[in-house]
């Protein structure tokens, strides 16, 4: 069905970082807003994007916001970062999801939201890293490296999933040795991410053994707050409730405070 | 969301948070009638992987459920979870919504028919002492043993040796039990048990499709075991006829084993014996006489004596059912089956050693009988995306190859359908003993295709 050859073929087809992004990123990182923004400014695509972004209803602004240099200040150099590693993302998302039955919005509503809920957990967590916050919105690379790999075998998904409870990241590991999210790694890496990045996302689905520390809570969180977002009533319709294996044993024990973070009743 | 069909069970896996704001969005309107379509005796939700359910989400499944234990006299409920959400589910159920709650898949499979004759040791508690009786006098009535603790401390005190027992049953309730004739298999005989008084809702209860798809996959001695059967109306007596006229086109015996006539009049054992039905005081009578065994079918060899002859329309549809095996291979193993020679022949197998074997049948606008017949080592490289483990016991490899043979046959039927023929399926069986399979197909004739998978040579044979 997929062989690690088409994979090594959709990693090498990953188009490298623009070179306006990665400027606007390094400024980002070293913390100066105004370079970044005027830097961002000179990518239409990249401004057009932040405008759609900022004025979709999970930000709550009542008047139009449009200027970079604005949108940067009201985001702040943290989210700022994780933005553009959003519109990097964007790049990779399909013209039309075939796999799941989505659209571009609600998956740029999902990426809002799991990067909303993330801040408040790392608030809750006293962790206040800007590399850890930006590292939650390359989490949906996943969905997407799923989208790509899975949508020409749709039919034989299905007819294997009519006799086995099989998740699309476990068939994926099972055939070729990599899932879902060790290629989401992938994708970090390409685009010249710090490697904890893409050791987060790794991390993230809930199947790495040898976790300790930091990096076990925040894999565990990252796990649970994916299956949080996936719960919603639109990615439920979107078939993306079951596209990866929930470790409900790896997450039980944070259960209850997360449901308080997320204000989950 | 689709339920996954394992056997004669299908199950609804859901994960992470089930509310009322989400839990419509699992069930499509399509879900809900290709549900209500399928041809099952058990259906459940698992919990496994729910880590937050309220009842609104709940019911969402409840209604589910029930419509289809109304409609189809099944069994429903939920399954794997633990004491917490069982206590929940009680909690938000309080007065019982009908539904039987399976502390695990593998206890709600206990209570089901399956194609296997296991007879599995498990040992029992409920604080209810009807329930723990019904749960007993099912799991005996589908061939098992089970073990009822009548405390609460001899129930701990024997759950300290857990090796002793294939499951341990607690935190389970039966609810309203599906109302089908229970099941088990005894050797190459399916024994039904029934009880009270029988009249026109046996038609309702006694599952046709599974009795059909045995004849289908070569079981050819039933026997119902009637001790607990106080009388029978003229509605029963008739059915019984109509199984048995349908049972003779396959050359298959039907028996009754311990039926009283005090309460039933003795002019329908006459009638029952001229449609061709038997009268046994006892079980031992049939099982434990290997002649008689072997004359009424039971014993596998002479199973198919008036053997059905290959027909045109089945051979014209060969390459659909060859096209099914060798694109599920290649699906499965990412490696091509190569087609080495066709003949129509009887079933030869050169060695029978290191061998595994399944079965399938289908029926409808055409029928027959699909058998594979793969060497270990490459059943198991084929299975290896279902299983997933390399050190899988020859059971978990059988269980995966049922589910690889019934892929195959859910190809075929896509491929059928499409040319118009509608038919379907019989639940698959498989075989560790490739000499078992023999004594059931040895005399058949066949298309016998000899394909090789990775330099190693497999056999698909086609038959009726």
């Given at each position: 069905m997929i062989t690690s050859e088409e994979i090594a073929l959709y990693i090498q087809n990953i188009p490298a970082t623009p070179a306006v992004v990665q400027e606007a990123l390094n400024y980002a990182r070293a913390g100066d807003l105004p370079k970044a923004s005027k830097c961002a400014s000179q990518d239409p695509v990249l401004k057009l994007y932040l405008k759609t972004l900022m004025n979709r209803p999970i930000y709550g602004f009542r008047n139009e916001v449009s200027d970079v240099a604005q949108i940067f200040g009201i985001l702040g150099l943290a989210t700022t970062q994780q933005t553009l590693y959003h519109y990097l993302l964007s790049l990779l998302t399909p013209k039309k999801w075939e796999l799941f039955s989505l659209t571009n919005h609600q998956f740029y509503d999902l990426q809002a939201s799991i990067s909303k809920h993330w801040e408040a957990i790392l608030t809750h967590l006293k962790i206040n890293d800007k590399e850890i916050q930006s590292a939650i919105s390359l989490i949906p690379a996943s969905i997407i490296v799923c989208e790509a790999l899975f949508a020409k075998h749709k039919t034989e998904v299905a007819q294997l999933r009519s006799v086995k409870a099989l998740d699309f990241n476990t068939i994926l590991f099972r055939m070729t040795g990599s899932d879902l999210f060790d290629l989401s790694g992938e994708i970090a890496r390409k685009w010249e991410m710090p490697s904890r990045i893409s050791d987060l996302i790794r991390s993230?689905?809930?199947?790495?053994?040898?976790l300790t520390g930091q990096e076990r809570v925040l894999a565990q969180w990252m796990h649970l707050l994916l299956f949080y977002e996936l719960s919603q009533s639109a990615y439920v319709s979107a078939g993306l409730n079951d596209f990866i294996d929930f470790k409900i044993e790896f997450v039980q024990d944070i259960y209850e405070s997360f449901a308080q973070v997320v204000q989950y009743t | 969301m689709r339920a996954v069909v394992k056997g004669r069970v299908g199950v609804f896996y859901l994960q992470g948070f089930l509310d009322g704001n989400n839990a419509?969005?699992?069930?499509?309107i399509e879900d809900i009638k290709a549900t209500e379509e399928l041809n099952i005796d058990m259906l459940l939700v698992s919990l496994k992987k729910v880590i937050f359910f309220n009842k609104n989400g709940l019911d969402v499944f409840v209604k589910l459920l029930t419509n289809v234990r109304n409609h189809q006299h099944i069994t429903v409920g939920f399954c794997d979870y633990d004491h917490a959400k069982f206590n929940i589910i009680n909690t938000f159920y309080k007065d019982g919504a009908g539904f039987s709650l399976f502390k695990s898949q593998e206890i709600a499979e206990l209570f089901t028919a399956s194609n296997k004759g296991e007879s599995r040791t498990v040992l029992l508690y409920n604080e209810d002492p009807s329930q723990r009786s019904a749960m007993a006098i099912e799991l005996f009535d589908y061939g098992h043993n089970p073990i009822m603790t009548q405390s609460k401390h001899e129930f701990e005190e024997k759950k300290?040796?857990?090796?002793?027992?294939?499951a341990i049953i607690e935190d389970t309730n039966l609810g309203v039990y599906g109302q089908k004739v229970a099941t088990r298999v005894t050797g190459n005989a399916i024994i039904y048990t029934i009880s009270q008084f029988l009249d026109a809702e046996i038609s309702d209860t006694f599952n046709l499709s599974y009795h059909q798809n045995s004849l289908n996959v070569g079981f050819r001695l039933f026997i119902f075991d009637a001790y607990k059967v106080i009388s029978m109306n003229v509605h029963a007596l008739n059915f019984f006829t109509k199984l048995a006229s349908s049972a003779a086109e396959y050359n298959a015996s039907i028996c009754f084993v311990g039926l009283s006539f005090e309460k039933t009049p003795e002019s329908f054992k006459n009638d029952l014996e001229d449609a061709g039905l038997m009268f046994f005081d006892n079980m031992d009578e049939i099982l434990k006489n290997k002649e008689l065994l072997q004359e009424l079918g039971g014993g596998g060899g002479t199973a198919a004596k008036q053997s059905r002859s290959l027909n045109k329309s089945l051979v014209n549809e060969l390459p659909q059912f060859i096209e099914a095996t060798v694109s599920t291979i290649a699906m499965m193993t990412n490696a091509t089956a190569i087609k080495n020679s066709v003949n129509i022949q009887t079933l030869t197998i050169?060695?029978?050693?290191d061998q595994y074997a399944s079965s399938i049948g289908f029926y409808g606008d055409i029928d027959g009988l699909i058998i594979l017949i793969f060497p270990k080592k490459i059943a198991k490289k084929a299975c290896e995306l279902l299983i997933g483990d390399e050190n899988a016991s020859e059971e978990e490899v059988l269980d995966s190859l049922a589910e690889f043979v019934n892929i195959i046959a859910g190809r075929a039927k896509v491929l059928l359908t499409a040319k118009k023929h509608l038919l379907d399926i019989t639940l698959p069986r498989t075989y560790a003993d490739i000499n078992t399979l023999l004594e059931i197909a040895q005399n058949k004739k066949g298309v016998q295709v000899d394909l090789s998978f990775e330099g190693e040579r497999f056999i698909f044979f086609l038959t009726r």
């Open positions: 993230a689905s809930g199947t790495e053994k040898n | 419509p969005s699992f069930l499509t300290k040796n857990p090796e002793l027992y294939y050169p060695g029978t050693n």
